[in-house]
Every structure is written in C-alpha cells, then in structure tokens.
Nanobody, 128 residues
Framework: QVQVMETGGGSVQAGGSLALSCEFSGYTYLAHTRGWFRQAPGKEREGVAIIDSSGNTMYAASAKGRFAIFSDHAKNAIYLQMHNLKPEDTGVYYC??????????????????????WGQGTLVIISS
C-alpha cells in the first residue's frame, strides 16, 4: 500500500520562502511520477510541480521561476522549494505519486486520476 507523508508548510509574508517535504513508502516501481498539487480556498485542486523517475520536471505557469522540485532517491522523498511567495500561493498542498508511469508531459502531468497515492495535505498561508 502506497503511503505518502508531507511535512513543512506554515505561514510567511509575501516575498518569503517555504519548503515542503514528502516521503513515500509502499511501492518499488521503477517508473513513477511524484509531485505537488494545491487547493486554494474556494478553488479546485491544481497541479503545481512534478518530477518523474528520470528527473524530468513539469511546473504550473504560476510556479515557474519561483518553485523548484527535486527528489532524493535514497530517502525516497521529494522536496518543493518555494520562493517569492505570493498571497495567491495560499492553499493546502498535497503530495502525490503515480506509481505506474513517468507522466512528465504537458497533457498528463496534472491529471489527478493518474495519481494513486496522496498525502493528507499541508497548509501554506501567505500574508500580504
């Protein structure tokens, strides 16, 4: 059974930085995609950034240039570094994994139905 656990998050002022961490267990597939989604208040959940088993990454347009995702295979973990945060980055951030394929493509990376493991979510609040 896939298990996903996020840590990090919190509250910072606009322009600040935060880092999120996510650890995985319960799967050993070579091809996989892991990443972050977020749900802002009153909005649907959306993809933020992902990284596949080959290190290919995809970012939402709003995250490009400010967020960086990277993985540590030895720890079976991924990290999201967020800089120059804006109030619109506020939301619950979910870590997710697709254990069956590398899906770092424009048409697939943000499709939630491809992800079969989800964390509980961690709250990020950016104040103006």
């Amino acid at each position: 059974q896939v298990q996903v656990m996020e840590t990090g998050g919190g509250s910072v002022q606009a322009g600040g930085s935060l880092a999120l961490s996510c650890e995985f267990s319960g799967y050993t597939y070579l091809a996989h995609t892991r990443g972050w989604f977020r749900q802002a208040p009153g909005k649907e959940r959306e993809g933020v950034a992902i990284i596949d088993s080959s290190g290919n990454t995809m970012y939402a347009a709003s995250a490009k240039g400010r967020f960086a995702i990277f993985s540590d295979h030895a720890k079976n973990a991924i990290y999201l570094q967020m800089h120059n945060l804006k109030p619109e980055d506020t939301g619950v951030y979910y870590c997710a994994v697709c254990t069956e394929a590398d899906i770092a493509t424009e048409s697939l990376w943000a499709r939630e139905d491809y992800y079969n493991g989800w964390g509980q979510g961690t709250l990020v609040i950016i104040s103006s």
